[in-house]
Protein backbone atom coordinates (compact mmCIF):
# COMPACT_ATOMS: atom_id res chain seq x y z
CA UNK A 1 0.00 0.00 0.00
CA UNK A 2 0.97 3.42 -1.00
CA UNK A 3 1.29 5.69 1.75
CA UNK A 4 0.11 9.59 1.51
CA UNK A 5 2.73 12.69 2.12
CA UNK A 6 2.14 15.84 3.50
CA UNK A 7 0.71 17.20 -0.15
CA UNK A 8 -1.96 14.53 0.20
CA UNK A 9 0.56 12.61 -2.62
CA UNK A 10 0.75 8.95 -2.46
CA UNK A 11 4.32 7.70 -2.30
CA UNK A 12 5.30 3.95 -2.25
CA UNK A 13 7.65 1.34 -3.91
CA UNK A 14 6.01 0.67 -6.97
CA UNK A 15 5.36 -2.97 -8.00
CA UNK A 16 7.94 -6.21 -8.99
CA UNK A 17 11.69 -5.46 -9.84
CA UNK A 18 11.33 -2.13 -9.99
CA UNK A 19 10.57 -2.20 -6.49
CA UNK A 20 13.27 -4.60 -5.59
CA UNK A 21 15.64 -1.88 -6.93
CA UNK A 22 13.97 0.91 -5.42
CA UNK A 23 14.36 -1.05 -2.32
CA UNK A 24 17.59 -1.71 -2.67
CA UNK A 25 18.39 1.83 -3.73
CA UNK A 26 16.94 2.97 -0.61
CA UNK A 27 19.09 0.75 1.69
CA UNK A 28 22.03 1.68 0.00
CA UNK A 29 21.46 5.26 0.74
CA UNK A 30 20.71 4.32 4.38
CA UNK A 31 23.86 3.09 4.76
CA UNK A 32 25.82 5.69 3.33
CA UNK A 33 24.41 8.35 5.59
CA UNK A 34 27.05 10.50 7.35
CA UNK A 35 27.30 9.14 11.29
CA UNK A 36 24.75 11.53 13.05
CA UNK A 37 23.88 13.67 10.45
CA UNK A 38 20.52 12.24 9.17
CA UNK A 39 18.60 12.77 6.27
CA UNK A 40 20.13 16.37 5.88
CA UNK A 41 23.65 15.06 6.07
CA UNK A 42 23.18 12.44 3.04
CA UNK A 43 22.03 14.96 0.78
CA UNK A 44 24.61 17.22 1.78
CA UNK A 45 27.24 14.34 0.23
CA UNK A 46 25.04 13.37 -2.45
CA UNK A 47 24.83 17.01 -3.91
CA UNK A 48 28.06 18.17 -3.48
CA UNK A 49 28.74 21.65 -3.69
CA UNK A 50 25.85 22.80 -5.33
CA UNK A 51 24.14 23.61 -1.94
CA UNK A 52 20.28 23.73 -3.09
CA UNK A 53 19.21 20.95 -0.59
CA UNK A 54 17.78 18.77 -3.42
CA UNK A 55 18.98 15.36 -5.17
CA UNK A 56 19.09 15.97 -8.50
CA UNK A 57 18.87 12.56 -10.86
CA UNK A 58 22.57 13.02 -12.86
CA UNK A 59 24.40 13.83 -8.85
CA UNK A 60 21.97 10.22 -7.59
CA UNK A 61 24.04 8.76 -10.31
CA UNK A 62 27.27 9.71 -10.14
CA UNK A 63 27.18 9.58 -6.20
CA UNK A 64 25.76 6.17 -6.52
CA UNK A 65 27.52 4.85 -9.80
CA UNK A 66 24.36 3.56 -11.42
CA UNK A 67 23.01 4.58 -15.11
CA UNK A 68 21.22 8.02 -14.97
CA UNK A 69 18.22 6.43 -16.39
CA UNK A 70 17.64 4.03 -13.48
CA UNK A 71 18.30 7.41 -11.10
CA UNK A 72 15.92 9.21 -13.04
CA UNK A 73 13.35 6.57 -12.09
CA UNK A 74 13.69 6.79 -8.78
CA UNK A 75 13.43 10.80 -9.00
CA UNK A 76 10.67 9.80 -10.45
CA UNK A 77 8.49 7.78 -7.85
CA UNK A 78 9.19 9.87 -5.28
CA UNK A 79 9.69 13.79 -6.34
CA UNK A 80 6.18 13.99 -5.24
CA UNK A 81 5.99 17.96 -4.91
CA UNK A 82 7.63 19.50 -8.06
CA UNK A 83 6.46 22.85 -7.45
CA UNK A 84 8.95 25.91 -8.02
CA UNK A 85 11.35 23.29 -9.48
CA UNK A 86 13.73 24.55 -12.12
CA UNK A 87 14.94 20.73 -11.64
CA UNK A 88 13.46 17.82 -10.69
CA UNK A 89 15.35 16.21 -7.26
CA UNK A 90 14.31 15.22 -3.81
CA UNK A 91 14.44 17.07 -0.80
CA UNK A 92 14.73 16.04 2.54
CA UNK A 93 10.94 15.18 3.12
CA UNK A 94 10.81 13.55 -0.10
CA UNK A 95 13.71 11.48 0.99
CA UNK A 96 12.34 10.83 4.20
CA UNK A 97 8.78 9.74 3.31
CA UNK A 98 10.65 7.44 0.69
CA UNK A 99 12.30 6.07 3.53
CA UNK A 100 8.94 5.39 5.73
CA UNK A 101 7.21 3.60 2.40
CA UNK A 102 10.15 1.40 2.80
CA UNK A 103 9.46 0.63 5.99
CA UNK A 104 5.94 0.25 5.83
CA UNK A 105 6.04 -2.21 2.36
CA UNK A 106 8.49 -3.94 4.37
CA UNK A 107 6.19 -4.78 7.49
CA UNK A 108 3.14 -5.27 5.24
CA UNK A 109 4.86 -8.20 3.80
CA UNK A 110 5.79 -9.08 7.73
CA UNK A 111 2.13 -8.88 8.76
CA UNK A 112 1.05 -12.25 8.90
CA UNK A 113 3.22 -12.58 11.98
CA UNK A 114 0.66 -10.62 13.53
CA UNK A 115 -0.30 -12.80 16.65
CA UNK A 116 4.29 -13.05 17.64
CA UNK A 117 4.10 -11.97 20.77
CA UNK A 118 6.00 -8.94 21.69
CA UNK A 119 8.84 -10.82 22.98
CA UNK A 120 9.18 -12.75 20.09
CA UNK A 121 9.13 -10.15 17.65
CA UNK A 122 12.03 -8.30 19.37
CA UNK A 123 13.67 -11.79 19.77
CA UNK A 124 13.56 -12.01 16.19
CA UNK A 125 14.41 -9.04 14.98
CA UNK A 126 17.50 -9.55 16.73
CA UNK A 127 18.25 -12.77 14.92
CA UNK A 128 17.47 -11.01 11.61
CA UNK A 129 20.12 -8.40 12.35
CA UNK A 130 22.59 -10.31 13.54
CA UNK A 131 22.12 -12.48 10.34
CA UNK A 132 22.52 -9.79 7.77
CA UNK A 133 25.57 -8.53 9.82
CA UNK A 134 26.94 -11.48 9.44
CA UNK A 135 26.34 -11.81 5.81
CA UNK A 136 27.27 -7.69 5.51
CA UNK A 137 30.99 -8.76 6.85
CA UNK A 138 31.09 -11.95 4.76
CA UNK A 139 30.52 -9.84 1.68
CA UNK A 140 32.91 -6.96 2.37
CA UNK A 141 35.79 -9.16 3.29
CA UNK A 142 35.21 -10.97 0.45
CA UNK A 143 35.34 -7.51 -1.39
CA UNK A 144 38.71 -6.92 0.06
CA UNK A 145 39.89 -9.63 -0.81
CA UNK A 146 38.87 -9.09 -4.36
CA UNK A 147 40.28 -5.37 -4.39
CA UNK A 148 43.83 -7.05 -2.81
CA UNK A 149 43.25 -4.94 0.36
CA UNK A 150 44.58 -7.15 2.37
CA UNK A 151 45.59 -7.12 6.31
CA UNK A 152 48.73 -5.56 5.38
CA UNK A 153 47.59 -3.10 3.52
CA UNK A 154 44.77 -1.73 5.65
CA UNK A 155 46.70 0.86 6.99
CA UNK A 156 47.43 2.66 3.65
CA UNK A 157 44.13 2.28 2.82
CA UNK A 158 42.56 4.04 6.11
CA UNK A 159 45.36 7.07 5.22
CA UNK A 160 44.17 7.47 1.87
CA UNK A 161 40.72 7.94 2.13
CA UNK A 162 40.75 8.75 6.15
CA UNK A 163 39.52 12.69 4.61
CA UNK A 164 39.00 14.71 8.02
CA UNK A 165 42.41 13.01 8.94
CA UNK A 166 41.14 11.74 12.56
CA UNK A 167 42.90 8.24 12.15
CA UNK A 168 39.75 6.46 11.89
CA UNK A 169 37.76 5.72 8.33
CA UNK A 170 33.65 5.97 8.98
CA UNK A 171 31.34 4.21 6.25
CA UNK A 172 31.04 7.41 3.95
CA UNK A 173 34.42 7.34 4.28
CA UNK A 174 35.03 3.08 3.50
CA UNK A 175 32.22 3.21 0.73
CA UNK A 176 34.12 5.91 -0.63
CA UNK A 177 37.40 4.15 -0.89
CA UNK A 178 36.35 0.81 -1.80
CA UNK A 179 34.61 2.48 -5.12
CA UNK A 180 37.38 4.33 -5.68
CA UNK A 181 39.56 1.24 -5.86
CA UNK A 182 36.69 -0.92 -7.59
CA UNK A 183 36.64 1.80 -10.51
CA UNK A 184 41.00 1.52 -10.32
CA UNK A 185 41.13 -1.65 -10.88
CA UNK A 186 38.02 -2.41 -13.03
CA UNK A 187 36.42 -4.89 -10.44
CA UNK A 188 33.07 -5.73 -11.74
CA UNK A 189 31.10 -4.39 -8.87
CA UNK A 190 28.72 -0.68 -9.06
CA UNK A 191 28.92 1.48 -6.65
CA UNK A 192 25.09 0.81 -5.40
CA UNK A 193 26.39 -2.72 -4.43
CA UNK A 194 29.50 -1.27 -3.03
CA UNK A 195 27.01 0.91 -0.91
CA UNK A 196 24.68 -2.04 0.11
CA UNK A 197 27.55 -4.20 1.29
CA UNK A 198 28.84 -1.61 3.66
CA UNK A 199 25.16 -0.75 4.88
CA UNK A 200 24.58 -4.58 5.84
CA UNK A 201 28.22 -4.43 7.76
CA UNK A 202 26.66 -1.56 9.92
CA UNK A 203 26.17 -3.41 12.95
CA UNK A 204 29.42 -5.27 13.05
CA UNK A 205 31.21 -1.93 11.71
CA UNK A 206 29.38 0.07 14.79
CA UNK A 207 30.30 -3.21 17.49
CA UNK A 208 33.95 -3.32 16.12
CA UNK A 209 34.64 0.72 17.17
CA UNK A 210 35.74 0.43 20.19
CA UNK A 211 36.59 3.71 21.60
CA UNK A 212 33.57 4.69 19.95
CA UNK A 213 34.75 7.77 17.83
CA UNK A 214 32.33 6.41 14.57
CA UNK A 215 34.55 5.09 12.51
CA UNK A 216 37.29 2.21 12.85
CA UNK A 217 41.39 2.50 13.24
CA UNK A 218 43.94 0.21 11.30
CA UNK A 219 43.62 -1.97 14.92
CA UNK A 220 40.19 -2.27 15.13
CA UNK A 221 39.44 -2.93 11.48
CA UNK A 222 42.40 -5.72 11.59
CA UNK A 223 40.61 -7.48 14.25
CA UNK A 224 37.12 -7.39 12.75
CA UNK A 225 38.58 -9.22 9.81
CA UNK A 226 40.50 -11.26 11.27
CA UNK A 227 37.50 -12.10 13.53
CA UNK A 228 35.26 -12.69 10.69
CA UNK A 229 37.87 -14.60 8.71
CA UNK A 230 38.49 -17.55 11.65
CA UNK A 231 34.75 -17.28 12.10
CA UNK A 232 34.37 -18.25 8.23
CA UNK A 233 36.86 -20.67 8.13
Given at each position: ???????????????????AQFASMLDA???????????????????????????????????????????????????????????????ATELTDAFK????????????????????????????????????????????????????????????????????????????????????????????????????????????DTDGKEGLN????????????????
Amino acid sequence: MARVDGQGNHVGLGEGDQAAQFASMLDALKGAAPPGKGIDGLIDSIEGADGDNHITAQELADYMQIPLPQAEQFLKQFNTNTKGETTPGLDATELTDAFKAQQEAQESQNGGNGQQSAEGAGKGEQSSGQQAGDTGIADLLSLLKQLGITPDKLEDFIKKYDKNGDGQLDKQELAVGLKAEAKAKGADISGMQIDTIVAKADGALTKADTDGKEGLNGDEFSKLLSTSAESDA
